[in-house]
């Protein structure tokens, strides 16, 4: 069973450092992860997709990186800025032509003072 | 977005009472999913469905049925609600063949008293 651990489970920082948010999954077999964003009280939003075959994706301050053999991701966030407070969330497809179902881990909440 | 919507928003209820939640699409995407949020759980699927009157159930589908008889709407019933139940539940969507990117609707506060 797929199972997706996010370290740590907060993180504090002062505005304008570069941070990383960790995901681990057990089975390296994945199709495809997605890290993803929400606000207190709201949906989750995605934020960058990255397929089985690509080792990494950037959105403007964003950067995910993946490394199925040692079942990883992180996402790196440039010059966090107050405004990126908020719950991060990692999960993953399963393998390809198998599962239907995201498994989720149970996210990062991050806090940047200013 | 993905044009998912959920209503209602906000509803609260007595133990006993049935339920039910609407999510509703406007992109004709094939699969929809049901997840229910709580504090120290994360994000536990329900019910999902891959096609009109197709569904199939989730870690946590025990007290939940759905149903599926348009493309654009995927239902969610609670029998009779528990206090168990009081959740944010939220509806989302599969898109991009080949890219499988899901992206949620805004969310349901259910209380049930």
């Known amino acids: 069973k797929q199972e997706v651990t996010q370290i740590p489970a907060a993180l504090s920082v002062p505005e304008g450092e570069n941070l990383v948010l960790n995901c681990s999954f057990t089975d390296s077999a994945i199709y495809n992860l997605q890290w993803f964003r929400q606000d207190p009280g709201k949906g989750l939003t995605s934020l960058l997709l990255i397929q089985s075959s690509q080792r990494e994706q950037t959105s403007g301050r964003l950067n995910a990186s993946l490394d199925k053999s040692s079942g990883r991701s992180t996402l790196y966030i440039a010059a966090s800025q107050p405004g990126d407070s908020a719950t991060y969330l990692c999960?993953?497809?399963?393998?390809?032509?198998?599962?239907?179902?995201?498994?989720f881990g149970k996210g990062t909440k991050l806090t940047v003072n200013p | 977005d993905a044009g998912i919507t959920q209503s209602p928003r906000h509803k609260v209820t007595e133990t006993g009472t049935p339920v039910t939640l609407r999510c509703h699409q406007t992109?004709?995407?094939?699969?929809m999913y049901w997840y229910r949020q709580d504090p120290g759980h994360g994000l536990r699927l329900i019910h999902y469905s891959y096609g009109v009157k197709d569904t199939d159930k989730g870690e946590v589908s025990d007290g939940y049925s759905v149903s599926r008889s348009k493309t654009e709407d995927f239902l969610l019933t609670l029998e009779s609600a528990t206090s168990s139940q009081t959740s944010v539940y939220f509806c989302?969507?599969?898109?991009?063949?080949?890219?499988?990117?899901?992206?949620f609707g805004p969310g349901t506060r259910l209380t049930v008293l």
């Open positions: 989302a969507i599969r898109a991009g063949f080949g890219t499988d990117t899901q992206y």
């Open positions: 999960a993953v497809w399963g393998a390809e032509g198998g599962s239907e179902k995201l498994v």
């Open positions: 992109e004709n995407h094939r699969y």
